[in-house]
């Protein structure tokens, strides 16, 4: 296993690490979640991320148990929970339980902890940007609870540029400290915000960030290829938008020509796919997500598969995501 820094700070994050959305809690049982963790663990995974609203709160109740029962030194991993949507999602939740505000945030902090049972959090993130709440109140409140020692860095997922250069800006002004690494989803047919949108804040505030659904919820290990196999996660009753999404022909169609280029490569599309993530200088973590042993250990050989990803191949991704006609060569 390989180590980056999370952007600038001098924290030391695994490149490849490990996340619970849909599977702890909900879809697979103790028993495999707590394999899973070891199987992390073991490969060298530092990094576990989860969030308030992962199974209501189930997510991190799950987490927390195993962490206790293996007692891994604390000191030997980095854990996080984002907050912001309410343990029940936004629809569902009072007015108090939501949002970036100086209440919600400390509560869902506390409460992390709590499920986690750990004594703090390395990173903790505001899971979406909220405009009804003051930028300032929310950079105020994550530099409070670093200062009070129950949270190490704090973050943002999904922000626009825009928004984190903002909480930058209002922490320099007020000598706080500002967000070290954003959260976004990157991967093969989703790469507008890390690949154009973050670029100048790479540079200017040395943005960590932690990737996440790089295999885009499976459709990139080619398992839907031919149509909907049984026990995956877009058979799943409640993530039928997220199928409706993306379990489309112009995707599945990239995919297809995918799979066969991982073939002649001599590798599956879920390497092919990971290491592609990994190959982006500006990814701190690629979070992995499994609902089965057999996937985390396969997903673990992704870094032995960037050597790979020559020039020439790198082009022939492109020109297959592009979806432009390839020149011919003379
Ligand atoms: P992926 O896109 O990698 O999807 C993971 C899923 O794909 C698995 O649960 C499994 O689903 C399937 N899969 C994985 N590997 C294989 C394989 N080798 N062969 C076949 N199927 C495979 O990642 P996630 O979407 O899970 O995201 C990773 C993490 O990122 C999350 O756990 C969470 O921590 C974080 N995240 C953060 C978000 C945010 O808003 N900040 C949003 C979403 C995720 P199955 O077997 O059920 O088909």
């Known amino acids: 296993m390989k180590y980056r820094n999370l952007g600038k700070s001098g924290l030391k994050v695994s490149e490849l690490s490990f996340g ?39 997510s991190e109740e799950v987490m927390g148990k195993i962490l206790k029962e293996f007692g891994w030194s604390r000191d030997s991993y980095i854990l996080s929970s984002k907050a912001f949507f309410g343990i029940r999602g936004l629809e569902s939740s009072k007015p108090t339980q939501t949002g970036n505000n100086r209440k919600h945030l400390t ?85 507008e ?11 200017t505030v040395g943005l960590g960030t932690t990737i996440w659904s790089p295999l885009a919820s499976g459709i990139l290990t080619g398992k839907y290829n031919d149509g909907m196999p049984d026990d995956t996660r877009l058979n799943l009753e409640e993530l039928n938008w997220l199928k409706d999404r993306n379990v489309v022909e112009e995707k599945i169609g990239k995919v297809r020509q995918l799979t066969q280029l991982a073939k002649d490569l001599d590798t599956s599309m879920p390497l092919l796919a990971l290491a592609w993530c990994l ?52």
Request: aromatic residues 8%.
């Open 20 to 58: 619970s959305w849909i599977t702890f809690g909900n879809q697979i049982d103790q028993g495999t979640s707590k394999e899973l963790m070891k199987t992390a663990y073991d490969a060298g995974i530092n990094f576990f991320d989860n969030a308030e609203i992962y199974a209501e709160g189930r």
């Open 279 to 330: 190959k982006n200088e500006n990814v701190s973590t690629v979070i992995l997500g499994a609902s089965k042993v057999s996937q985390l250990e396969e997903n673990l050989k992704a870094a032995s598969v960037t050597d790979k990803l020559t020039e020439e191949v790198m082009e022939k991704i492109e020109s297959i995501l592009d979806n432009k006609p390839r020149l011919p060569s003379f």
């Open 107 to 191: 509560e869902a902090c506390h409460q992390a902890l709590k499920r986690l049972q750990v004594e703090y959090l390395d990173l903790f993130l505001c899971h979406r940007p909220d405009k009804s709440t003051p930028m300032e109140e929310t950079v105020r409140t994550m530099n409070t609870l670093i200062e009070q020692g129950k949270i190490f860095y704090w973050g943002t997922s999904e922000w626009s540029a825009q928004e984190i250069m903002e909480a930058h800006m209002v922490a320099r002004e007020n000598h706080l400290i500002g967000p070290t690494l954003e959260q976004p989803q990157y991967n093969m047919l989703h790469r």
């Open 193 to 203: 915000k890390v690949e154009n949108e973050f670029l100048q804040i790479f540079k």
